[in-house]
């Protein structure tokens, strides 16, 4: 890492989160995320709701940032954003923001990939939770990206280049397990709910189909079905199955979910020989999967990377850190770069 300071501020807002953040090179000296609590009643986050409560929120959370980072705006090195994918309406608003700062700033404008994001989060200073040697995965290393919006097993050659061994072809993990919630009638967002009830719950006393798929592809729309069969026949015969049965049935949802994610890591490192492996996204936080890929870990000698909570679930400093990768690079964005709601991570890396 090179060792002049480099101030940069990043800003998130892809989703239901808004965030800025402050990097220093690779340390964060502030991180400040807003959660959109509104969209609890809806049960699930609701686009227009989103863009207006980034739209209150972005000023607040970039004036914090800078505060607990001690720093003025002048000192900064360069602008960094969330360009896509997301929700379009709320990708705009930290675009419109970014490009407004850095133009009456005259710094240079970082346009990130939040995927990327997800993974380069593990080369921010004491990211990881476990205390590895060393402390950061070597390239080449697999990343299981896990969140709401998508399930990919990424190869990651350098900051700047990334393979897709294989993703989803239906439903993220993130949302079969907001989904499974759902019908449980747990309030969204539903992962941390299951992950909270599994803990005093049996992972086997109930089970449900893994999906078929040979290559490293995942699928989980056919277990929600099926959870959703289970769960409607068993309360025919008992109504109030769910409520009796609620620690047992997230634990074996939970662990129904982290197996299909762990034998197709497990695969993915056996065909490609990479031992170096990292977790990513929202999902990396629940807890069953951290800890089966630790033990996975252990059976197969790998180096296993998980980040500490607060880099799982979007935040603005991955966003800092991917742009600060591209800033070493100069590979600035121009004034007129747009949000995107759906971007290729290859489309995106093959502007590097
Ligand atoms: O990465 P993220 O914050 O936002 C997206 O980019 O999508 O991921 C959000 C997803 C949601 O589906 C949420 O339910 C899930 O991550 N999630 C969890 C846990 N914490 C967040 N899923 C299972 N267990 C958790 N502890
Ligand atoms: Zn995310």
Same mark, same amino acid.
């Given at each position: 890492?090179?060792?002049?300071?480099?101030?940069?501020?990043?800003?998130?807002?892809?989703?239901?989160?808004?965030?800025?953040?402050?990097?220093?090179?690779?340390?964060?000296?502030?991180?400040?995320?807003?959660?959109?609590?509104?969209?609890?009643?809806?049960?699930?986050?609701?686009?227009?709701?989103?863009?207006?409560?980034?739209?209150?929120?972005?000023?607040?959370?970039?004036?914090?940032?800078?505060?607990?980072?001690?720093?003025?705006?002048?000192?900064?090195?360069?602008?960094?954003?969330?360009?896509?994918?997301?929700?379009?309406?709320?990708?705009?608003?930290?675009?419109?923001?970014?490009?407004?700062?850095?133009?009456?700033?005259?710094?240079?404008?970082?346009?990130?990939?939040?995927?990327?994001?997800?993974?380069?989060?593990?080369?921010?200073?004491?990211?990881?939770?476990?205390?590895?040697?060393?402390?950061?995965?070597?390239?080449?290393?697999?990343?299981?990206?896990?969140?709401?919006?998508?399930?990919?097993?990424?190869?990651?050659?350098?900051? !700047?280049?990334?393979?897709?061994?294989?993703?989803?072809?239906?439903?993220?993990?993130?949302?079969?397990?907001?989904?499974?919630?759902?019908?449980?009638?747990?309030?969204?967002?539903?992962?941390?709910?299951?992950?909270?009830?599994?803990?005093?719950?049996?992972?086997?006393?109930?089970?449900?189909?893994?999906?078929?798929?040979?290559?490293?592809?995942?699928?989980?729309?056919?277990?929600?079905?099926?959870?959703?069969?289970?769960?409607?026949?068993?309360?025919?015969?008992?109504?109030?199955?769910?409520?009796?049965?609620?620690?047992?049935?997230?634990?074996?949802?939970?662990?129904?979910?982290?197996?299909?994610?762990?034998?197709?890591?497990?695969?993915?490192?056996?065909?490609?020989?990479?031992?170096?492996?990292?977790?990513?996204?929202?999902?990396?936080?629940?807890?069953?999967?951290?800890?089966?890929?630790?033990?996975?870990?252990?059976?197969?000698?790998?180096?296993?990377?998980?980040?500490?909570?607060? !880099?799982?679930?979007?935040?603005?400093?991955?966003?800092?850190?991917?742009?600060?990768?591209?800033?070493?690079?100069?590979?600035?964005?121009?004034?007129?770069?747009?949000?995107?709601?759906?971007?290729?991570?290859?489309?995106?890396?093959?502007?590097?």
């Amino acid at each position: 890492m090179q060792q002049q300071p480099i101030y940069i501020l990043g800003i998130e807002s892809s989703c239901d989160d808004t965030s800025a953040a402050v990097l220093c090179n690779n340390k964060v000296l502030a991180n400040v995320v807003a959660s959109q609590e509104v969209h609890r009643r809806f049960g699930g986050v609701v686009p227009e709701l989103a863009s207006r409560s980034h739209q209150a929120n972005i000023i607040p959370v970039i004036h914090e940032a800078l505060n607990k980072a001690k720093i003025t705006k002048k000192m900064l090195n360069a602008i960094a954003f969330t360009r896509g994918p997301g929700l379009l309406g709320s990708l705009l608003v930290g675009t419109s923001f970014a490009k407004g700062l850095s133009e009456s700033l005259q710094v240079p404008l970082l346009d990130v990939h939040h995927m990327q994001a997800h993974i380069l989060a593990h080369f921010i200073e004491n990211s990881n939770e476990l205390n590895n040697m060393p402390s950061t995965p070597a390239f080449p290393f697999i990343c299981l990206t896990v969140s709401g919006g998508h399930t990919q097993l990424v190869k990651v050659n350098s900051p !700047y280049s990334f393979e897709i061994l294989g993703e989803t072809l239906d439903d993220a993990a993130g949302e079969a397990f907001d989904k499974a919630a759902k019908m449980l009638g747990l309030p969204y967002p539903g992962g941390p709910m299951i992950d909270k009830f599994a803990k005093a719950g049996n992972p086997t006393a109930f089970e449900f189909p893994h999906p078929q798929i040979h290559n490293l592809d995942f699928s989980f729309s056919g277990l929600k079905t099926s959870i959703l069969y289970f769960l409607q026949k068993r309360q025919k015969e008992n109504p109030t199955f769910v409520k009796e049965n609620l620690h047992d049935l997230c634990a074996s949802i939970q662990y129904t979910i982290v197996r299909v994610l762990i034998d197709k890591l497990e695969k993915a490192s056996k065909l490609t020989k990479i031992r170096d492996i990292a977790l990513a996204g929202g999902v990396s936080a629940n807890s069953g999967l951290r800890q089966a890929v630790v033990s996975a870990g252990k059976k197969n000698q790998w180096h296993v990377f998980i980040p500490k909570l607060e !880099y799982c679930t979007d935040n603005a400093a991955m966003i800092a850190m991917a742009g600060y990768f591209k800033y070493l690079k100069r590979d600035f964005a121009s004034f007129d770069v747009a949000a995107s709601a759906r971007i290729d991570m290859d489309i995106s890396n093959s502007a590097q």
